[in-house]
C-alpha cells in the first residue's frame, strides 16, 4: 500500500471513528431528552454505557487503520509524548470534527419530527431557547459557571487521557491486551460520565462537541449553538486540548517510568510518515508488514 494511501485510510478511519461514537451518543442523549417518560431518566448509567460503547465499536471499527485517536486532546497528548508526526496532528482533527458534523447530521435525520414535537410541545425555538440543543452538544449544568465548567473539563480529559496511556503502555504489564483495551476504555468513558456527566455534560473531546456545534448553527440553532450562551463554545475545545497534555505528562513522568518493563525495552522509532508511536486503543497485526511492530501491545 502506497504512502499516500495508507493516510488517506488513515484520515478516513479518524472520520468514521468520530461518526460512529456521536451517532451512538448523540442518539441516546436524544433517548434521554426528547421523550417523556424518558427511559433513562431513572436508568442515567445506561446513557453513559451507551456512550461508552460507542467509543468502543469506533475503536474495533478503525482502530488497526488509525489508532482511533477520535479526539483531538488524544491526538495532541500523543504528538507530545508518544512520537505521533506533528504535521498529521492538524489533518487528524479535522477529520475528527468533520466526523462529528456527520454523525450529528445522522442523528437530526432520524430524530428530526421528534426534536419539533418537543420543541411545538415546550414553546421553545432553536435559535432563541436551545430547543432539544442537549441532544448535540454539551452546557454548563446547573449552578456550574463557564468558568467552573473550564476547570472541568480540563480535568475529566486529563483523567480520560491519563487512563488512555495507561490502557495502551506497553510497559504496563497489568494493562489489557490489544483486545479488550477497546472495552476497558469505553467503560472509562462511562465512568466518567457517570461520576461527573451532569457538571457540563462531559464533552472531554474537542471533535465530539464541536462539529456537532458547528452543524447546529447550519441546522436553525444560530447563536444559541455559536457561540452559545455565555460564549461558552469555546470550553469544550479549549480546556480538553489543555487537559488532555497534563494527563498524558502525569502519567508519561509519573508512572511510566516505574514500570516493570520501562528499563527492559526501547522503542524503536519508526520511517517518517508512519505513525511511530506507542498504540492509541487499538493495535495493527503484527503479521501485517506495511505496519511497523512498535504499533502493537506488549
Same mark, same amino acid.
Given at each position: 500500500?502506497?504512502?499516500?494511501?495508507?493516510?488517506?485510510?488513515?484520515?478516513?478511519?479518524?472520520?468514521?471513528?468520530?461518526?460512529?461514537?456521536?451517532?451512538?451518543?448523540?442518539?441516546?442523549?436524544?433517548?434521554?431528552?426528547?421523550?417523556?417518560?424518558?427511559?433513562?431518566?431513572?436508568?442515567?448509567?445506561?446513557?453513559?454505557?451507551?456512550?461508552g460503547l460507542g467509543v468502543t465499536v469506533a475503536i474495533? +471499527?478503525?482502530?488497526?487503520?488509525?489508532? *482511533?485517536? =477520535?479526539?483531538? @486532546?488524544?491526538?495532541? #497528548? %500523543?504528538?507530545?509524548?508518544?512520537?505521533?508526526?506533528?504535521?498529521?496532528?492538524?489533518?487528524?482533527?479535522?477529520?475528527?470534527?468533520?466526523?462529528?458534523?456527520?454523525?450529528?447530521?445522522?442523528?437530526?435525520?432520524?430524530?428530526?419530527?421528534?426534536?419539533?414535537?418537543?420543541?411545538?410541545?415546550?414553546?421553545?425555538?432553536?435559535?432563541?431557547?436551545?430547543?432539544?440543543?442537549?441532544?448535540?452538544?454539551?452546557?454548563?449544568?446547573?449552578?456550574?459557571?463557564?468558568?467552573?465548567?473550564?476547570?472541568?473539563?480540563?480535568?475529566?480529559?486529563?483523567?480520560?487521557?491519563?487512563?488512555?496511556? +495507561?490502557?495502551?503502555?506497553?510497559?504496563? *504489564?497489568? =494493562?489489557?491486551? @490489544?483486545?479488550?483495551? #477497546? %472495552?476497558?476504555?469505553?467503560?472509562?468513558?462511562?465512568i466518567i460520565g457517570a461520576s461527573c456527566g451532569y457538571?457540563?455534560?462531559?464533552?472531554?473531546?474537542?471533535?465530539?462537541?464541536?462539529?456537532?456545534?458547528?452543524f447546529c448553527f447550519f441546522a436553525g440553532w444560530g447563536?444559541?449553538?455559536?457561540?452559545?450562551?455565555?460564549?461558552?463554545?469555546?470550553?469544550?475545545?479549549?480546556?480538553?486540548?489543555?487537559?488532555?497534555?497534563?494527563?498524558?505528562?502525569?502519567?508519561?513522568?509519573?508512572?511510566?517510568?516505574?514500570?516493570?518493563?520501562?528499563?527492559?525495552?526501547?522503542?524503536?522509532?519508526?520511517?517518517?510518515?508512519?505513525?511511530?508511536?506507542?498504540?492509541?486503543?487499538?493495535?495493527?497485526?503484527?503479521?501485517?508488514?506495511?505496519?511497523?511492530?512498535?504499533?502493537?501491545?506488549?
Amino acid at each position: 500500500m502506497s504512502e499516500n494511501r495508507r493516510y488517506l485510510g488513515e484520515l478516513l478511519s479518524e472520520f468514521f471513528a468520530v461518526a460512529i461514537i456521536v451517532l451512538f451518543g448523540d442518539g441516546v442523549a436524544a433517548m434521554y431528552s426528547l421523550y417523556d417518560p424518558s427511559p433513562y431518566k431513572s436508568a442515567y448509567w445506561g446513557v453513559c454505557i451507551v456512550w461508552g460503547l460507542g467509543v468502543t465499536v469506533a475503536i474495533y +471499527a478503525t482502530g488497526a487503520i488509525s489508532g *482511533t485517536h =477520535a479526539n483531538p @486532546a488524544v491526538t495532541m #497528548a %500523543l504528538a507530545m509524548f508518544r512520537g505521533f508526526s506533528w504535521k498529521k496532528v492538524i489533518p487528524y482533527i479535522s477529520a475528527q470534527v468533520l466526523g462529528g458534523f456527520a454523525g450529528a447530521a445522522l442523528v437530526y435525520s432520524l430524530y428530526v419530527p421528534v426534536i419539533d414535537h418537543f420543541n411545538m410541545a415546550h414553546n421553545l425555538t432553536r435559535a432563541v431557547d436551545g430547543g432539544a440543543a442537549g441532544v448535540f452538544f454539551t452546557h454548563p449544568g446547573d449552578f456550574v459557571t463557564v468558568s467552573h465548567a473550564f476547570w472541568d473539563e480540563l480535568v475529566l480529559t486529563a483523567v480520560l487521557v491519563f487512563g488512555i496511556f +495507561a490502557i495502551t503502555c506497553q510497559y504496563n *504489564t497489568q =494493562a489489557p491486551q @490489544a483486545n479488550s483495551s #477497546a %472495552l476497558i476504555i469505553g467503560l472509562l468513558v462511562a465512568i466518567i460520565g457517570a461520576s461527573c456527566g451532569y457538571l457540563d455534560a462531559w464533552a472531554i473531546n474537542p471533535a465530539r462537541d464541536f462539529g456537532p456545534r458547528l452543524f447546529c448553527f447550519f441546522a436553525g440553532w444560530g447563536q444559541s449553538a455559536l457561540p452559545a450562551p455565555g460564549n461558552y463554545f469555546w470550553v469544550p475545545i479549549v480546556a480538553p486540548l489543555i487537559g488532555g497534555p497534563i494527563g498524558a505528562a502525569v502519567y508519561h513522568y509519573g508512572l511510566r517510568p516505574f514500570m516493570p518493563r520501562y528499563l527492559e525495552q526501547t522503542i524503536t522509532v519508526a520511517p517518517e510518515g508512519v505513525n511511530p508511536a506507542e498504540p492509541v486503543l487499538i493495535v495493527s497485526n503484527p503479521g501485517d508488514p506495511a505496519l511497523p511492530v512498535v504499533n502493537r501491545v506488549s
